[in-house]
Every structure is written in C-alpha cells, then in structure tokens.
C-alpha cells in the first residue's frame, strides 16, 4: 500500500459540502483516508475571482498505480460536477477557473513521475501556501 497526499479545493456551490463528497468517495474508491487537515478559506491562486475558496489535504492509503489514481479522481472530480477543464494560453501558462471541486495529487510516497498530464510530487506546491499548511498538518512527524 501507498502512502498519498492529495489537495482539495473548491469554489462554487457549497464548498464544505463539496469537500466533504470528495473525501467521502476518495474513502470509498480510492483508498483509506487516514488523515484529514482542517479546511482553510484562501483567495484564488493563478487567476482573479470573487469567490474564496475552501481547501483541504488527506492522506491516503491506496494500492491503485498513480496513472490508476489520477483517472479515479479525475471521475470523482466530474462526478462532483467539475465541468471546467484547466486550459493553456498560447504562451503555455495555465488558464485557471472556479470549481466545484479539485483533487491534486500532492505526494505519492517517495516516487517521482513526469508525464506530461501527471507529475508527482506536484511541482507547483511548494508556491501555494493553500496546499503547503495543510499538508504540513498531516505529515508525519
């Protein structure tokens, strides 16, 4: 079994509620979720919006391959109603949108991947103090 750290967040509709779901089928389709950070409100990261948003880590134990990881959050993501896809602008930036829900996959024990749809560890998540707290809450010590 894999130890594996996953960020939440979300901005449309109920936020709690939506954070709530997603660790609920991360629990049933993913593995156990064997710790879970408080959820912290931040402003939008890499874009402007109006709405805050509500974010989380959990930590996992999984036996599904990270490829198999990605595709099963991936569903849980549009099973929550995520219709907005992260685009890229010309230039290759990301080109953000508020959602109802977000799963990145942070940490996926000490392996590191680099794929072109999947690098792990996250390589933005040392920027985002929205992923780093929370995820310095649920590391063991």
Not at 14 to 21: D, I, S, V
Not at 67 to 79: A, G, H, K, S, W
Request: include cysteine; hydrophobic fraction near 35%.
């Amino acid at each position: 079994m894999a130890t594996v750290y996953l960020s939440l967040g979300s901005n449309l509709g109920n936020r709690y509620r939506n954070l709530r779901a997603a660790i609920k089928k991360i629990n049933e389709l993913v593995g156990v979720v064997e710790r879970q950070s408080a959820f912290l409100e931040t402003e939008p990261w890499g874009y402007a919006s109006r709405r805050r948003y509500l974010n989380a880590c959990i930590r996992v134990k999984t036996s599904l391959t990270p490829r198999r990881l990605l595709e099963v959050t991936q569903q849980i993501e549009r099973d929550l109603g995520r219709t907005a896809k992260t685009t890229r602008t010309a230039n290759g930036t990301p080109n953000y949108a508020d959602r109802t829900i977000d799963i990145d996959i942070l940490l996926y024990d000490q392996l590191r991947v680099d794929e072109p749809d999947l690098k792990i560890p996250h390589p933005l998540m040392h920027e985002r103090q929205f992923v780093m707290q929370p995820l310095k809450e649920i590391m063991e010590e």
